[in-house]
């Protein structure tokens, strides 16, 4: 029997970088929509947690296989 299992779960990562200083909220926050665009970010976002949404299973009916 074969069986397709559906997980969801919210993932929240956390990332702690330097920035320029100086700079305005906007800049601050295009600073760090930039980096992560750029995926220079990927290499300092730790998992910080994970909550579990919902899961779920779909039985696949295989040629001459009974329910």
Known sequence: ?????????????????????GLSKAAIKQHI????NSGEMQ??????????ESISAEIVKQTGEYL
């Open 33 to 36: 929509t930039d980096r992560y």
């Open 1 to 21: 029997m074969k069986v397709i299992v559906t997980l969801v779960e919210k993932i929240t990562s956390e990332a702690h970088i330097n920035i320029p200083n």
């Open 43 to 52: 290499v300092d976002l730790n998992i910080y947690q994970v909550d579990f």
